[in-house]
């Protein structure tokens, strides 16, 4: 089953325009590493034809290209949760957001990987955090 999932995730995938693609994979990969330094086991799957990760204490992202457009791609959380709220307090002047539930990435444009990480991080371990005012128990 779990070979089926990564080769059904790697289809889509690959169905991107090739430098989108290598764009995608780098959040997958980051979604991943974010995950091994927390000790944090994550479940890859596809929600709406889109690569989802989620675990047992978070909130799941979903990475996926934008595809009205060229050169855009998007890391998405659920919307009812705080998390974009927070990631927009503590870093709107260094990330792209749309609406109550996305952050955007240019393809022309350098990813922000520590504030980024720092995303990734509070939603893969949204549950025990939810009960903060900005989800941050720490300094960042």
């Known amino acids: 089953m779990e070979k089926d999932i990564l080769f059904e995730v790697e289809t889509i995938i690959n169905t991107y325009p090739s ?3 290598k764009k995608v994979l780098f959040l997958r990969e980051l979604i991943y ?10 479940e890859e799957s596809l929600k709406w034809n889109i690569p989802s990760y989620s675990c047992k204490n978070g909130s799941p992202i979903r990475i996926s290209w934008v595809k009205d457009t060229k050169n855009k791609y998007s890391m998405y959380f659920i919307c009812t949760t705080k998390l974009i709220k927070t ?5 709107d002047d260094v990330l792209e957001f749309e609406g109550k539930r996305e952050i ?3 393809l022309n444009k350098d990813i922000p990987l520590k504030e980024l990480k720092y995303c990734i991080l509070l939603a893969l371990s949204y549950q025990k955090r939810k009960h903060l005012h900005l989800l941050d128990s720490e300094d960042f």
Do not use: G, M
């Not at 590493?33 to 994550?42: F, L, S």
């Not at 990631?87 to 870093?91: E, V």
């Open 104 to 106: 955007c990435f240019d």
């Open 87 to 91: 990631f927009r307090i503590l870093f």
């Open 33 to 42: 590493k974010v995950a091994k330094e927390e000790n944090i086991k994550i």
């Open 19 to 21: 430098s989108i693609r």
